[in-house]
């Protein structure tokens, strides 16, 4: 143990400074030393009294490493040895040397954030499953046996029942006027590339029952007894022998939103296009197009006196594609406000088969999204005039070929743009 001095003696100056002038000193408050690790115990002994004053010794860090040639001091083996001179002791080292800070953790927080990043993704497209609405969609009776591969029938409504007069103004759709189809295609999944087949809907057909007319007029239920989804199901599946497995209806104003909610779409017409009832007037070249413009480029028919509805076909296929090109694109994903709007304006815009779940619906997503380029066909139902007849011989082909789920066999000349051979 190392002595400590008992401080300063009577008489010198530094007692004159502590104590005053000559200030006698007595037992009561003489200072008291404290032996270096022990404390006396508060219990029998007299009260010090109020100017008594105690020295506790003042608690070192470190050991003193020993000079050159004499032995370390064990009195204190698990005090660390002091820091050389010029160095600073480490964070938190010795006992009493100060207070241990908690360290920041980036990968922890960055995981946390990644967890929760990963469950909005995840809940999201489910909470707005749960706001579909869904249709009894399947006709019973004969219907053709199970196929490989998945075929949706996506239906365009033109029903404005859900739409607000200001609604109806702004998108030139005109009085709600019943239901019929702008848009009817066929997308077919399986081992080869995705098939995205419109089906003009002034293609003459035989109706089950009703003879030969024009297909769209199957969905409308003042037409027909028993008309909408199911007969125009049973129609198609009549007339092509391909089994539908889910039904997709998209309205007016959801798509409307959908477009919107991508930030737009690239439309390329190849001619200027000015049509009042499609609210409807832009020149020809690629464009910016938002909800509105895309809807009316969509259903107009009547800005190609050639084609006609054929066009329109061609304009709804590229207006598909292109929605889907910018669901997909990382924005969708990174941007959460863009994220949450495109789930929740599909939810609003589209009515599914019962039956379909929330992986079927993923699975057409995401299918629509692969039908250009190298991922898919997208072609007109091989029609042989502009009346419209379908063609008996590349139609039949072009069916067997979805059928036996061999999209990849389907020629060029089976694959065209308006369904004519070229």
């Known amino acids: 143990m190392v002595d400590r001095p008992q401080g300063p003696e009577p008489g010198t100056p530094e007692y004159e400074w502590l104590y005053g002038k000559s200030r006698p000193q007595s037992d009561d408050d003489a200072t008291q030393i404290i032996p270096q690790g022990q404390v006396p115990p508060t219990a029998n002994r007299p009260d010090p009294g109020p100017e008594h004053t105690q020295v506790m010794p003042s608690a070192e860090p ?25 160095q600073q002791p480490p964070s938190g080292g010795g006992r009493g040397f100060g ?8 990968l922890r927080w960055l995981m946390l954030l990644l967890l929760l990043w990963l469950a909005f993704l995840i809940a999201t497209p489910i909470f707005a499953f749960n706001k579909i609405s869904t249709v009894d969609a399947f006709p019973s009776g004969d219907r053709p046996d199970d196929q490989d ?48 087949m419109s089906i003009p809907r002034d293609s003459l057909v035989e109706i089950p029952g009703h003879g030969t007319a024009k297909i769209n007029g199957t969905t409308n239920p003042d037409a027909y007894k028993g008309g909408g989804p199911k007969l125009l199901i049973e129609t198609i599946e009549h007339n092509t022998g391909i089994k539908i497995d889910h039904y997709v209806e998209i309205g007016f104003g959801g798509f409307v939103d959908v477009v919107d909610a991508v930030g737009g779409i690239e439309i390329c017409p190849t001619k200027d296009m000015t049509d009042k ?35 329109r076909a061609k304009h709804q296929r590229e207006v598909v594609s292109a929605v889907g090109s910018k669901a997909v694109s990382p924005w969708s994903v990174i941007n959460p406000i863009r994220y949450w709007k495109l789930n929740m304006a599909a939810a609003r815009t589209v009515k599914v088969s019962e039956g379909t779940g929330p992986i079927d619906l993923g699975r057409f997503a995401w299918a629509m999204t692969r039908v250009d380029g190298d991922n898919g066909l997208t072609c007109g139902v091989p029609i042989s005039d502009l009346a419209v007849h379908w063609d008996a011989e590349r139609s039949k082909e072009m069916f067997e070929h979805i059928k036996d789920d061999d999209t990849e066999g389907i020629s060029n000349d089976l694959c065209t743009e308006t369904g004519l051979k070229d």
């Open 62 to 86: 470190y050991r003193t490493p020993p000079p050159p040639g004499q032995q370390p001091n064990t009195a204190q083996p698990n005090r660390p040895l002091a820091p050389p001179p010029g």
């Open 99 to 106: 207070v241990r800070r908690p360290r920041f953790r980036p």
């Open 149 to 196: 591969g998945t075929t949706y029938l996506v239906v365009g409504s033109d029903s404005r029942a859900d739409l607000s007069k200001e609604e109806r103004k702004k998108l030139g759709t005109g009085g709600d006027v019943g239901q019929r189809t702008d848009t009817i295609m066929l997308l077919h999944t399986g081992k080869g590339p995705n098939l995205l």
């Open 277 to 311: 009832q499609a609210n409807l007037k832009i020149e020809k070249g690629c464009q910016e197009a938002d909800g509105v413009t895309a809807l009316g480029y969509a259903r107009s028919r009547k800005t190609d006196p050639q084609f006609g509805d054929i066009t």
